[in-house]
Every structure is written in structure tokens, then in C-alpha cells.
């Protein structure tokens, strides 16, 4: 019996169609990013793994000594054995990713750099990006060498936001120059919320975190600030910690108010573990209006030449700028670079040189000048 035109049609057209979808399938296979994971005592590896659950990225190689650690997340993520190795340096032996991701204590990510850059593999730690200046100039000694990317990630940097913010601000103009910039980042505490103990021991521990919250919460300001004042190192750094919490935090602050001198702004930093909830806004002043990030969809805004304030969403942030893993797609890719952004390992040398400078100024009680 002859087939009619139009079920010729149709069946031609589904074949097209049923081809089509393998193949974009196929292709955004080949687009998920290989990494390897350095480290699983921070928790906010949580985020990669629930990506990897989505099958959004491909985890080749997990470095992780803590027995303990490995059993959790083997099996609460159904990974085999054979992802899992020692030590940094054995996996990269089997293994070639595309990025390693530290999710481990901030004194440990000199090491991750150091066994990553020599293979031509870049690395991104979570925040904040050293523990101190001489550790931070070593790993962008190290990036320049072998020519490899050393990023830093934020859980801000990905608030649209922030990112609308800084548009209105750097691109529109539409407050004026900047005059007063606060950030306040901050929870109840870390033990308060219930973070894993892994992470707590070393949170809490000045020699692998560097501080307590004036580390934890207060790199979040020195990035954003830095970034809305063009990559500039400020004048001069001055800080007051306290540690209200002895019995629960005996060895760290627990509040920390860190003050940024411009030529031309002032940038406070109120970074803590003694809020009531949890809280990640900014405010920005300029000289002809405010806005202010109320949390990472919505804004507020005010104009001088207008009575109240106009509170409305961010903008969708275009695919790149969105997550932490398409932003290193296209990183790894060249098709953008970081240079001063919030990742940017320019940015984020800057910010350590903020936190070790207010370290410094909470101990002596006098103003740091940066040189």
C-alpha cells in the first residue's frame, strides 16, 4: 500500500528530530566540564556534588585522606571506589580534568596549586582565595609560570543582583560616583547551623582558616568592593573584632567590622556569627541615589530626586554568569576572561591583602596603610 506525502512528511521529519536530540545530547556530554575534587571537609562541596546528582558535571577523581569523609560521600552519592584517591598528586597521575575544584581548608589550597599548575591544570578554591599574602603571591606566581587559571568562588558572585548592581552602577551610571559601599555577610554561627564537624574543625582554627568570621564572612566585602572600585587596592584597612562567644569559639573572632579607605568612598565591612538569621546584602551610595542588594533576586532603589524607594527583581543572569561551573566552561574555553571580576585572581589577591590587613589593625588597634 502506497505511503501518502504527508506521513512521508512526518516520518522524515521525526527521524530529523529523534537525530537532533541524540546528537545535542551527545554534544552537551562532550560540554560537561571532567573535574577533580580536592578535599571534602568543606561543605560546600555539597553544591558540586548535587550538580554531579544532575549529571551537570562529570567528577573524575576525588582526593580525600579522611576515611571517614570517603564513606559518607560514597555512599550517599553512589560513587565508586575508583574515583577516590589519597592524595591530589596520585590522582592527577591517572587523571587529566579539566579544572580541579579545593573544597578543603584555606591553608591547604597552596598545595592544591602546587600539584595542579605544573600539569598545565587549573585550579578554583572556594573563598576566600589564601590564607595569607605570601601564600596568595606564591599560587599567582605560579599561574603566571605554567600559565593556568586560579579562580576563586563566592556564593555572591553568582546573585543577580550583584551583578545587576554593578551594571547600574559601572555601566549606566545611574547613582553617581560611588561615595559609601556596606556589605553585611553573615549567620548565627557556624556550630549554631550545624555545619559538618569536618568543616568546623577547621573553621574554626586560626592557622588553617586564618580567622573566624572576619575571614569567613568578611572576604565576601573585600571582593565585592573591590570589584565596583575597578581592581583598586584601598588606601588604608582598619578593623575591630570581638569574640562574644568564648565558650564556642575559643580561638577565633566571631564579629568583625573592617573599615576600606578610598580617595573618594568609604567601604564597611560587617561580617559575623552572632546575627540572628542569616544575612548576605550590599549597599551602595552614590552621589545621586542608593540601591541596595536586599538578597540575591531583589533590589532596592532610591533616587534623589524621588520621594520612596522602587523595590523590583534582578535581571536572569545570562548563561555564563549564572553558576560557577558555566563561568569555568567558558573560562577554559577563552571565550571570556577574568581579569578584574569576581573570580579574577587579580580581585582576589587584593582581597587576602584586605583580610591580612585587618587581622593586623584588630591586634595593634591601629589603621593599616596599604602600599
Same mark, same amino acid.
Given at each position: 500500500?502506497?505511503?501518502?506525502?504527508?506521513?512521508?512528511?512526518?516520518?522524515?521529519?521525526?527521524?530529523?528530530?529523534?537525530?537532533?536530540?541524540?546528537?545535542?545530547?551527545?554534544?552537551?556530554?562532550?560540554?560537561?566540564?571532567?573535574?577533580?575534587?580536592?578535599?571534602?571537609?568543606?561543605?560546600?562541596?555539597?553544591?558540586?556534588?548535587?550538580?554531579?546528582?544532575?549529571?551537570?558535571?562529570?567528577?573524575?577523581?576525588?582526593?580525600?585522606?579522611?576515611?571517614?569523609?570517603?564513606?559518607?560521600?560514597?555512599?550517599?552519592?553512589?560513587?565508586?571506589?575508583?574515583?577516590?584517591?589519597?592524595?591530589?598528586?596520585?590522582?592527577?597521575?591517572?587523571?587529566?580534568?579539566? #579544572? #580541579?575544584?579545593?573544597?578543603?581548608?584555606?591553608?591547604?589550597?597552596?598545595?592544591?596549586?602546587?600539584?595542579?599548575?605544573?600539569?598545565?591544570?587549573?585550579?578554583?578554591?572556594?573563598?576566600?582565595?589564601?590564607?595569607? #599574602?605570601?601564600?596568595?603571591?606564591?599560587?599567582?606566581?605560579?599561574?603566571?609560570?605554567?600559565? #593556568?587559571?586560579?579562580?576563586?568562588?563566592?556564593?555572591?558572585?553568582?546573585?543577580?543582583?550583584?551583578?545587576?548592581?554593578?551594571?547600574?552602577?559601572?555601566?549606566?551610571?545611574?547613582?553617581?560616583?560611588?561615595?559609601?559601599?556596606?556589605?553585611?555577610?553573615?549567620?548565627?554561627?557556624?556550630?549554631?547551623?550545624?555545619?559538618?564537624?569536618?568543616?568546623?574543625?577547621?573553621?574554626?582554627?586560626?592557622?588553617?582558616?586564618?580567622?573566624?568570621?572576619?575571614?569567613?564572612?568578611?572576604?565576601?566585602?573585600?571582593?565585592?568592593?573591590?570589584?565596583?572600585?575597578?581592581?583598586?587596592?584601598?588606601?588604608?584597612?582598619?578593623?575591630?573584632?570581638?569574640?562574644?562567644?568564648?565558650?564556642?569559639?575559643?580561638?577565633?573572632?566571631?564579629?568583625?567590622?573592617?573599615?576600606?579607605?578610598?580617595?573618594?568612598?568609604?567601604?564597611?565591612?560587617?561580617?559575623?556569627?552572632?546575627?540572628?538569621?542569616?544575612?548576605?546584602?550590599?549597599?551602595?551610595?552614590?552621589?545621586?541615589?542608593?540601591?541596595?542588594?536586599?538578597?540575591?533576586?531583589?533590589?532596592?532603589?532610591?533616587?534623589?530626586?524621588?520621594?520612596?524607594?522602587?523595590?523590583?527583581?534582578?535581571?536572569?543572569?545570562?548563561?555564563?554568569?549564572?553558576?560557577?561551573?558555566?563561568?569555568?566552561?567558558?573560562?577554559?574555553?577563552?571565550?571570556?576572561?577574568?581579569?578584574?571580576?569576581?573570580?579574577?585572581?587579580?580581585?582576589?589577591?587584593?582581597?587576602?591583602?584586605?583580610?591580612?590587613?585587618?587581622?593586623?589593625?584588630?591586634?595593634?588597634?591601629?589603621?593599616?596603610?596599604?602600599?
Amino acid at each position: 500500500m502506497a505511503i501518502n506525502n504527508k506521513v512521508k512528511y512526518f516520518l522524515s521529519t521525526s527521524s530529523f528530530i529523534i537525530c537532533f536530540l541524540i546528537f545535542s545530547a551527545t554534544v552537551y556530554a562532550q560540554q560537561k566540564l571532567n573535574v577533580a575534587i580536592a578535599g571534602l571537609n568543606h561543605d560546600h562541596v555539597y553544591l558540586i556534588m548535587n550538580s554531579y546528582q544532575k549529571a551537570e558535571v562529570n567528577i573524575i577523581g576525588i582526593a580525600e585522606s579522611n576515611p571517614e569523609l570517603v564513606t559518607r560521600f560514597k555512599t550517599r552519592y553512589k560513587i565508586p571506589d575508583s574515583i577516590f584517591y589519597h592524595n591530589l598528586s596520585d590522582l592527577l597521575k591517572k587523571k587529566k580534568p579539566d #579544572v #580541579v575544584l579545593a573544597y578543603n581548608a584555606i591553608s591547604d589550597h597552596l598545595a592544591v596549586v602546587e600539584a595542579a599548575a605544573p600539569l598545565g591544570i587549573s585550579v578554583m578554591v572556594e573563598k576566600p582565595l589564601a590564607i595569607s #599574602v605570601k601564600q596568595a603571591e606564591r599560587m599567582a606566581a605560579l599561574a603566571k609560570q605554567y600559565k #593556568v587559571h586560579i579562580l576563586t568562588n563566592y556564593e555572591t558572585t553568582w546573585y543577580p543582583s550583584n551583578q545587576e548592581i554593578y551594571k547600574n552602577v559601572k555601566e549606566s551610571n545611574s547613582i553617581g560616583a560611588l561615595r559609601k559601599i556596606i556589605v553585611h555577610d553573615g549567620h548565627q554561627g557556624p556550630k549554631e547551623i550545624g555545619v559538618s564537624k569536618e568543616f568546623l574543625s577547621w573553621l574554626t582554627d586560626p592557622d588553617k582558616n586564618g580567622a573566624g568570621a572576619l575571614v569567613d564572612f568578611g572576604c565576601y566585602g573585600a571582593n565585592l568592593m573591590t570589584w565596583l572600585m575597578e581592581g583598586k587596592a584601598p588606601i588604608s584597612v582598619t578593623a575591630i573584632i570581638h569574640q562574644i562567644k568564648k565558650e564556642v569559639y575559643p580561638k577565633v573572632d566571631d564579629d568583625a567590622t573592617i573599615l576600606l579607605e578610598y580617595p573618594n568612598a568609604t567601604g564597611i565591612i560587617e561580617a559575623s556569627w552572632n546575627w540572628p538569621f542569616s544575612i548576605k546584602d550590599m549597599e551602595v551610595f552614590g552621589e545621586t541615589g542608593y540601591m541596595q542588594t536586599i538578597n540575591e533576586k531583589n533590589i532596592r532603589a532610591r533616587q534623589n530626586n524621588k520621594d520612596g524607594y522602587e523595590i523590583y527583581p534582578a535581571k536572569t543572569l545570562a548563561p555564563t554568569y549564572a553558576n560557577h561551573l558555566n563561568y569555568l566552561s567558558a573560562i577554559l574555553k577563552g571565550e571570556i576572561k577574568p581579569e578584574n571580576d569576581l573570580s579574577s585572581l587579580e580581585n582576589n589577591l587584593i582581597v587576602v591583602r584586605i583580610l591580612e590587613a585587618a587581622k593586623v589593625s584588630a591586634k595593634t588597634g591601629k589603621k593599616v596603610i596599604l602600599k
